[in-house]
């Protein structure tokens, strides 16, 4: 005697709706408010030379917001960008005004800075400290570093070929802002296109006490590394 199992058939449809969440546009809606409302109190304010600067100015919030960001997804925060970003450009500065290649010192910049992260995602990861806490403390490191290594004095001499690219344009965006883009860009993969944005969220929402095999990884904390990384460090 066969006994038969009941199948059932699924249809997909070919039309899928697409779901649209009213809170993901709040960041846009309140943006293009902003617009509108300093459009009718400056009638300037929305020509191109305008918005340049505007895009000029905000750069480096831009960069620094994006590796943020990702520091805040794995349910952290960094309080040290500034003396990062310090130490990394005084580094990049002097190494430019001994003679190395302006190439060669931005990369030994972005390295110090990935490095002065890693310690803060280590001590979180192994230390069991909260970030809050270990950054509040390599934010005074990081600056006494940056104090002593300089004595105090401002670093003369950044190469000018340097100083022209970073303050260049190309096809008429400046450098600055596409520095912005090409981050955004590599944001926008390490989130859609790795599993780096479901660990952490998997490692936020069940706080570390689930048998998640993601729960038990360290890496989300490691996220601190990011956030220096991403502020441009361009002497001027």
């Known amino acids: 005697m066969s006994i038969s199992t009941p199948t059932t058939s699924t249809s997909v449809d070919p039309f899928p709706r697409l779901s649209v969440n009213v809170r993901d546009f709040g960041t846009v809606v309140g943006l293009l408010l902003i617009l509108a409302v300093f459009a009718l109190i400056a009638p300037g304010f ?3 030379r305008n918005l340049m600067n505007v895009l000029l100015q905000s750069s480096i919030n831009a960069c620094v ?3 943020m960001t990702l ?4 349910g952290g925060t960094d309080l040290s960008v500034g003396p990062t970003a310090a130490l990394s450009a005084v580094l990049s500065a002097a190494l430019m005004v ?3 290649p302006p190439a060669i010192a931005v990369v030994a910049g972005l390295a110090l800075g990935a490095v002065c992260g890693l310690v803060n995602g280590a001590l979180v990861a192994f230390g069991g400290l909260q970030p ?3 950054t509040f403390g390599t934010l005074s490191t990081y600056r006494a570093l940056a104090l002593i290594f300089t004595g105090g004095n401002p670093i ?3 190469p000018a070929g340097f100083r022209a690219v970073a303050n260049g344009y190309l096809f008429g965006i ?3 802002v596409i520095v912005v883009i090409v981050v955004a860009l590599i944001a926008f993969i390490l989130l859609r296109k790795t599993p780096f944005a479901n660990i952490c969220s998997e490692w936020v929402v069940t706080k570390r006490r689930l ?3 993601a729960c038990r990884s360290r890496s989300p904390r490691l996220a601190l590394m990011f956030c220096p990384v991403c502020w441009p460090r361009w002497p001027r």
């Open 211 to 213: 048998t998640l095999p």
């Open 65 to 67: 917001a994006l590796g």
């Open 98 to 100: 001994a003679g190395v």
């Open 46 to 48: 929305l020509s191109e």
């Open 132 to 134: 809050f806490i270990v």
């Open 156 to 158: 003369l001499g950044v």
């Open 71 to 74: 520091v805040i997804i794995s």
């Open 174 to 176: 400046p450098a600055s």
